[in-house]
Every structure is written in structure tokens, then in C-alpha cells.
């Protein structure tokens, strides 16, 4: 267990230990997101899937709304969520040291946030541009995220 925690392991398991936080944080993303698209910022359909999943009542939003709604939720989200990953991939994934640790969580922010605003843009784009049911238009948010975060942290944050 100490050489998992470790940060001298193997690329392997490091990007597993990465998967790891990186399932914890998307949860904390995903609960966070859901609970401001149904308790403070009305993004969800009656059609949405989470909705039926969970039986929920949700008010009626025009698509325009809805898509704002989800923007700003996910930025919300986003926040907690990223400060969350940030700690647990310096303590236990990636080695601090490339950076002083404000520029090393400035990056980490801000690359953080250029993947969340694609990711963001693509997600209200498909709200608004084709009805795409919010569950549908956050998972794609989430993958684009997904894909240029390992990479910009693995080489140009930490230091491998």
C-alpha cells in the first residue's frame, strides 16, 4: 500500500493511481453539477435520463435557459471539483517540484479551465443546438475534459 501512495512508481501505475482520483473527481464533478441543475439553476428535462432514473419533478425550461443553466452549474462544479483532483494528484499521483506550488496550482487551474471551457462550449452547444438531453451533453463535456487534462498535467504541470 505505501508504494502505491508513493510517488516513485511505475508510469502504469501511476496512471492508474491517476484513473483513481480522477473517478473521484469526476464524481465530486457530477454531484456537485447535479445538484445545481436540480436545486439552484434549472437545467434538467422530464425526458432527461437522470430524472427518470431518480423520479424527479423539474420545471419546464426553455433550451436557451437550460443551456446557461448548465454552463454556469458546471463551472460551480468545476470549482469544487478541481480543487479536490488538485490536491489528491500532488499528494499521491504526480510530483510536485517542477513549479512553485501557486504557479503549480495556477496551471492546474488553468489548464483545468481551458479543458472546462471546451468542454463547457461543446456541452451548451449540443443544449442549444440540438436539444441533446443535458445527461448526454455533460458526458460529452466530461470526455473532452478527460482527454486534455492527463495530458497537459502529465507533461507540463508536475514533473511526470
Not at 18 to 47: E, M, N, R
Not at 119 to 137: C, D, E, M, P, Y
Amino acid at each position: 500500500m505505501r508504494a502505491f501512495l508513493s510517488h516513485e512508481t511505475t508510469p502504469v501505475l501511476q496512471f492508474l493511481k491517476y484513473a483513481i482520483v480522477g473517478g473521484l473527481a469526476t464524481g465530486t464533478h457530477i454531484l456537485v453539477f447535479y445538484l445545481c441543475a436540480f436545486l439552484l439553476l434549472p437545467s434538467l428535462t422530464p425526458g432527461d435520463l437522470v430524472v427518470r432514473l431518480l423520479g424527479l419533478a423539474v420545471p419546464d425550461v426553455t433550451d436557451a435557459q437550460r443551456a446557461w443553466n448548465a454552463g454556469i452549474g458546471n463551472a460551480v462544479a468545476f470549482f469544487f471539483s478541481n480543487t479536490f483532483c488538485y490536491v489528491l494528484n500532488r499528494l499521491f499521483v504526480f510530483k510536485p517540484g517542477r513549479h512553485p506550488w501557486l504557479i503549480e496550482f495556477l496551471l492546474f487551474f488553468g489548464v483545468s479551465g481551458v479543458s472546462m471551457l471546451l468542454g463547457t462550449s461543446i456541452q451548451s452547444w449540443l443544449i442549444a443546438r440540438f436539444a441533446t438531453q443535458t445527461t448526454l451533453a455533460f458526458g460529452a463535456n466530461l470526455v473532452t475534459s478527460l482527454a486534455i487534462n492527463y495530458a497537459m498535467r502529465r507533461f507540463f504541470i508536475f514533473k511526470g
